[in-house]
């Protein structure tokens, strides 16, 4: 019991963590310069191509290590992203 109040908890944390972050990007997607058009058509072609591959990811290297892997990538390109942006 204690091991799926666990499991039930770290995945209400990571649909949580992942949601918002899904959802404020195409909030901002507003404030990123150039045409707004262009800018939410590039979106859209990305993430019909992000849905497409990770099924693939997933099939090939499992839940875990896809969502470790995408961690990670999303780590690194949001510290690039605060240091090459950042103000100096």
């Known amino acids: 019991m204690c091991l799926n109040l666990v499991n039930l908890a770290i995945f209400v944390y990571m649909f949580s963590a992942t949601s918002f972050n899904y959802y404020l990007i195409n909030f901002y997607l507003k404030y990123i310069p150039g045409n707004i058009f262009i800018n939410t058509i590039v979106a859209a072609v990305a993430d019909c191509v992000a849905h497409i ?3 693939i990811v997933v099939k090939k290297i499992g839940n875990r290590n896809a969502f470790t892997i995408s961690y990670i990538i999303t780590f690194v ?3 690039s992203l605060w ?3 950042g103000e100096e």
């Open 83 to 85: 240091k090459f942006t």
């Open 53 to 55: 591959m990770i099924g």
């Open 77 to 79: 390109a949001g510290v």
